[in-house]
């Protein structure tokens, strides 16, 4: 079945179960002014007129001032109702509504296929686009399972690049095979389209099958669709504010805030615990959660009438992180309160509809009237603490587990006595850890939402965490500790080595050991060098305490030094300076630095690499740019909770770190980015060697795969190796062609591929490590089998440079594709270059192998050409799609063989060639010839319309006339004459030359004309105009085409 039949008809049918109505070509192009809009018109005034109560004349208005928006962020606006204008007969703006959140059926739903819109020359078609109200919010692309759904996101964000003005009111877009469904937001990368596997509608069984139905339920159903367009979509925007990106939820993002706002409307349990773990997008989460409950579109009850929300975290890093995030997304007037002072202040204002932000130290009770002399003077006082109307306050709190200390808890319900309270945290809670439950949980709830670790690997949320251990001999576990401290401090005096001793100083100060330093980070150098920085990621360095810091910045310089000058010839001193730019410390000054230097030699380092705070944050910044060569920050105790760099894969840990505090460290390298495999922790201190112990506050089943040994993946890689293997003919491993040929079938290929692709995966991961080295024969002939099955199976372009595929791997499976002629085999020439035409006569083929091969070869190569040449014209190059279309579909089926492949391919070839030059025979110019070719087709099918007309005799050509030859003044004339067909074609030469002239105008055509709407405009009224003096059939489709084609043939500059 094709992709029409499979996922297209029945995707569209199934929203029309969910309440969409179809709408044919002919009723949206009825509604557009032209090809370049997308806004139904009609649909769209009479829904203002419906929602808004307003004249039409207003409507009409709102509408011409929509349709000239072309930026996403200001259409979300307005789609949010952030939009007002003055009517008639009212004294001060009207809030526009252009969608009905409070009534979703007060909405038009529609949904149309093969949607075509044009842009800058090219004319895309969009599979389904769900309209509301006559605006286009979601793109689906229908995508056949051989294909895979890969294919369709790749088409959209093309799409999202050529045809802009779809995509400017669009909320998300979806990529279906109907068997697997991946949806993003507007200009998201591939990485950052997601599956929806969770039923989260209430009352929704989710028992459909189909991941189509369920991402259609789950996304499209109207209610929740507009509930996704009020929420659970952002713009954040970078730290300089000029990068935006747009953010949809995940499915566990919304459940969780879903399960808060009905916890409030509920009202009977005013507090709930949720865990999503650390990478899954928690910060995110209590953004969505706040836009929620403070707008709440849609839901009408007393308990959300005008909340006031407080966000609480424990650490100023992670302050300073939510107050961001709320601010880059855009959340309207979020208040950061610096000062105890100030967020006092901000509590007793008794305003609704506040978001605040805070640390929780700014509660810390200092406040003079709790020393009172009595405790009834100091009960009175705690009373007071209450903010006003604290039933009207919803607290967040950030990390919730470690708020709970001392008497901070207590001042902050003593502040919001009434209020709902839920608890966040990106790691388990502790199994013994009663308060965290007691004071977020409802009693014998638990979480009210848990997103764990494995379920965020699952879902591609994170990257799973591995870790392997180095150079154990300097490891500082218990069991070496005490050899270990007496050999390092044996010319100490026994008073010396006890109180050393006493002091517990043992850990630190031999973690601190400048000999152990020197080989860590010598060992860090070459490991980053062959695991990490080829494929361009970057690493942490953790240890113990300051000290320790400053004296891994010194040694990890000089081991880079040193390796500029033995391998890159470098100078010491630009080596070092060099060196020095690789890496920062990060790590926070004490007001006692500056006096003890002269006392503490070690200190002298510490100061020696402080940074300044903005150097810190210069520093950071660096870091998470991809191209900055800065790729190691050092530090104690910063950026091990909080910090977000999805670049870094890698954490070299030399510090004994466990429970809560190794949970949050290790997820700083399990963020997504690009191909990242899995973030790696690399020990030094021997913290993997009873891991068990390490992790045992928390139940067994919550951090089982916290952590998974690296070495997992070499039986993992022997496993891949077998199972592609398995698919491989032993007989034909000798050779990539004969190998991918041997498959036998397109399902076989397309098997194949996934299994090679994780066997792919999995090799590059493990690179440069020696276990892959028995399988290097077998990696370099399945990787040059995908490029072959690319011709063979698919008819079309390899990719020859291998550029998605991990640096670490990419050279070598280049250079096998050149040593074994596979490059030569799967390079597609043009119909210009003399070779392209010698597998039709290459005297040099031996055997039927020589000419299956060749047939593949000039299947993909006229593939190609011709959606080139589709691009440039497709009414002049159409047939001969269809033409190429049809022979595949017969190579298919068996009806040829080889030799007759070739002949019939060497047909459509020559036939192209002959069109190529077919305006060489004519008087016209190419690019009038192009235009004349887009006219002759309405020649063509309205001479369908008149069979008594004369036709062309056999072998006469279809061609204008050549020069010389008489010519009709007008198609009219060539008709009231009653000639024939190619006299009416040759009536349609000097309109042909007459159209091209009016574009190369430099007085109508002027310079850029192309971008300009009003010129482009008003050359289209004038080819319109020529059409209808000529009185040339289908007059009102011609002007958007012939644009289409002049957009690329005749655009200045």
């Known amino acids: 079945m094709s992709e029409e039949s499979a996922v297209e008809l029945p995707g569209l049918r199934f929203l029309e179960s969910l309440g969409y109505t179809e709408l044919s070509a002919a009723e949206v192009n009825a509604q557009r002014e032209s090809l370049e809009r997308v806004v139904l018109k009609d649909t769209l005034v009479n829904a203002l007129v419906r929602i808004n109560a307003i004249g039409r004349a207003t409507a009409l208005s709102v509408y011409n001032e929509l349709a000239g928006l072309d930026d996403n962020e200001a259409w979300f606006k307005r789609l949010r109702g952030q939009y007002s204008k003055m009517v008639p007969g009212e ?30 020359g090219r004319v895309i078609e969009a599979d389904l686009v769900v309209f509301v109200n006559g605006i286009p919010l979601v793109v689906i692309e229908a995508k056949d399972i051989t294909v895979g759904v890969g294919k369709g996101i790749a088409q959209i964000r093309r799409y999202e690049q050529d045809v802009e003005a779809l995509f400017a009111p669009n909320a998300f877009n979806i990529a279906t095979t109907g068997a697997t469904l991946r949806y993003g937001a507007t200009g998201s990368p591939s990485q950052y389209w997601f599956d929806w596997p969770e039923s989260t509608i209430p009352g929704e069984p989710f028992a459909r099958t189909q991941a189509m139905e369920r991402g259609f339920t789950e996304l499209l159903t109207p209610a929740r669709l507009l509930d996704l367009i009020a ?55 209590m953004v969505f959660a706040t836009l929620k409950l403070k707008f709440h579109r ?25 107050s961001s995030t709320f601010a880059a997304c855009g959340l309207p007037n979020p208040r950061h309160a610096r000062s105890s002072a100030e967020l006092r202040a901000l509590i007793d204002q008794k305003s609704p509809g506040r978001v605040i932000t805070s640390t929780i130290f700014k509660l810390d009770g200092d406040d003079p009237r709790l020393q009172g002399a009595t405790l009834k003077a100091r009960q009175d006082a705690a009373a007071r603490l209450a903010a006003p109307d604290s039933s009207n306050w919803i607290v967040l709190v950030d990390e919730c587990h470690r708020t709970q200390e001392a008497l901070l808890g207590a001042y902050l319900r003593a502040t919001f006595p009434e209020a709902f309270f839920f608890g966040f945290t990106g790691t388990p809670v502790k199994k013994n850890d009663k308060d965290t439950y007691a004071n977020f949980g409802a009693p014998g709830e638990g979480y009210l939402d848990k997103y764990g670790i494995d379920e965020a690997v699952r879902d591609g949320a994170t990257v799973e965490v591995r870790y392997t251990a180095r150079l154990p001999e300097w490891h500082l576990d218990d069991a070496a500790l005490d050899a270990a401290f007496e050999q390092d401090f044996a010319h100490e005096d026994d008073a010396t080595r006890r109180r050393l001793k006493e002091r517990g100083a043992q850990r630190s100060d031999l973690a601190r050991l400048p000999a152990r330093i020197a080989q860590i980070a010598a060992d860090i150098w070459q490991h980053f060098r062959a695991h990490i920085h080829p494929d361009g990621y970057k690493a942490q360095i953790v240890t113990v305490d300051r000290k320790a810091v400053a004296e891994h910045k010194k040694a990890l310089d000089a081991v880079i030094a ?66 900055d060569p800065l790729s190691f920050l050092i530090v104690c105790d910063k950026l091990l909770t909080g910090f977000d760099a999805p670049v870094e894969q890698a954490m070299y840990l030399d510090k004994p770190l466990r429970d809560h505090n190794l949970l949050q460290a290790i997820t700083r390298t399990n963020r997504r980015y690009g191909d990242k495999p899995y973030g790696l922790i690399v020990d030094y201190f021997g913290v993997s060697k009873n891991l068990q112990d390490a992790l045992s506050a928390y139940r ?65 991961a493990l690179m440069p490590d020696p276990v892959v080295i028995p399988y290097a024969p077998d990696f370099k002939l399945v990787g040059a089998m995908i490029p072959v099955g690319k011709i063979e199976w698919e008819h079309e372009e390899p990719d020859l440079d291998f550029a998605h595929y991990s640096a ?11 040593v074994t002629g596979i490059r030569e085999l799967c390079t597609l020439r043009p119909l210009s270059a003399p070779r392209f035409w010698t597998d039709f006569n290459d005297p040099d083929a031996e055997d039927s192998r020589d000419l299956h091969t060749a047939a593949v070869r000039k299947t993909a190569e006229l593939k190609k050409i011709i959606a080139e040449k589709l691009a440039e014209n497709a009414e002049r190059y159409a047939s001969f799609s269809e033409r190429l279309k049809e022979l595949i579909a017969q190579f298919q089926l068996g009806l040829f063989d080889d030799a007759d492949k070739l002949d019939a391919l060497e047909s459509v070839a020559r036939d192209l060639q002959a069109e190529d030059a077919a305006h060489q025979s004519s008087r016209l110019s190419e690019r009038a010839f192009g235009i004349w070719s887009i006219l002759k087709t309405t020649v063509a099918d309205d001479a369908d319309a008149h069979p008594d007309d004369a036709s062309p005799t056999e072998g006469q050509a279809d061609a204008p006339p050549t020069e010389g030859q008489t010519e009709s003044t007008s198609y009219a004339e060539a008709y009231a004459d009653g000639t024939t067909h190619a006299q009416r074609l040759t009536a349609l030469e000097t309109l042909a030359e007459d159209i091209a002239a009016l574009y190369q105008s430099d007085e109508l055509a002027t310079i850029r004309w192309q971008e300009k709407g009003s010129v482009r405009h008003e050359l289209r009224k004038r080819v319109r105009h020529m059409l209808l003096r000529h009185d040339v059939p289908r007059w009102e489709e011609l002007p958007e085409k012939i644009e289409t084609f002049a957009l690329k043939h005749f655009a200045k500059s």
């Open 562 to 627: 040193a390796w500029y000058v033995a391998e890159q010839g470098l100078s010491e001193s630009e080596a070092r300076l060099r060196a020095t730019g690789h890496s920062a410390a990060i790590y926070s000054a004490n007001a006692n630095d500056r006096g003890e230097v002269l006392e503490d030699e070690d200190l002298r380092g510490v100061v020696r690499f402080q940074l300044s705070e903005a150097e810190q944050k210069d520093a950071i910044k660096r870091f998470r740019d991809p191209d």
């Open 700 to 764: 067994a089943d919550d951090v089982k795969n916290a952590l998974r040994p690296e070495s997992g993946l070499h039986d993992e890689l022997r496993d891949a190796h077998r199972e592609v293997m398995a698919m491989i003919d032993p007989g034909v491993r000798s050779n990539a062609l004969h190998a991918i040929r041997a498959l036998g079938s397109l399902d076989r290929y397309y098997d194949f591929c996934q299994r090679a692709k994780t066997f792919i995966a999995l090799y590059a």
């Open 231 to 285: 929420h659970f979509i952002v713009f954040e925007r970078d730290a300089t504010g000029q990068k935006v990106i747009k953010k949809i939820c995940r499915y566990q993002q919304l459940r969780a805030v879903n399960k808060m706002v009905e916890r409030v409307i509920e009202g009977e349990h005013r507090k709930g615990l949720i865990w999503h773990t650390q990478g899954s997008g928690k910060s995110l989460t």
């Open 808 to 818: 670490k791997i990419r050279q070598m499976l280049a250079n096998h594709v050149e």
């Open 298 to 322: 849609g839901i009408e009850h007393p308990q959300l009438k005008n909340p006031n929300i407080l966000v609480i975290t424990d650490r100023n890093d992670l302050d300073a992180q939510i």
């Open 91 to 120: 004294s001060t703006s009207k809030t526009i509504r252009i969608l009905d959140f409070e009534r979703p059926q007060n909405n038009t739903w529609g949904v149309t296929r093969q949607f075509y819109v044009r842009a800058g």
